[in-house]
């Protein structure tokens, strides 16, 4: 199925697109639904990133939180074991026990000495527009 196998983050007319190159004749409402039945299942997670159209992607092995470049939307994964670890001291702080998060920062590119670039393992996937 082409979503399983997608490395970025489609929209549902990018998706339509990829569909429509194995099968022109898949209709917008079956690809909703298939959508809808693949994220209720737990194989594919519904990302909006500021107020945008939902974007799609297959769940991984691990959380990741996002940095989206607000220069191009493109979007840079990425896990942080200090910043997991800080979001569950403020809430047991606050006397609660973290169920689930989701974190979303928005930047533009700074020119920076190499050492500052994206981690190694941080995936950068363009947003379809």
Do not use: W
């Not at 489609?10 to 022109?24: I, K, Q």
């Not at 639904?33 to 939902?54: M, N």
């Not at 910043?83 to 989701?102: F, N």
């Amino acid at each position: 199925m082409i979503i399983l196998a997608s490395r970025d983050y489609p929209d549902v007319d990018e998706l339509r697109s990829r569909v429509g190159v194995a099968n022109p004749r898949i209709s917008l409402a079956t690809l909703y639904r298939t959508l809808r039945l693949l994220a209720e299942s737990g194989l594919i997670e519904r990302h909006t990133f500021r107020g945008g159209p939902a974007r799609y992607r297959p769940v991984g092995d691990e959380h990741k939180d996002h940095l989206i470049d607000v220069t191009n939307d493109r979007v840079v994964e990425f896990r942080s074991g200090m910043i997991e670890r800080l979001q569950s001291e403020i809430a047991a702080m606050l006397g609660y026990r973290l169920t689930g998060h989701k974190l979303e920062l928005y930047g533009e590119p700074v020119r920076a000495p190499e050492r500052h670039r994206a981690p190694i393992g941080a995936r950068r996937t363009r947003l379809s527009t």
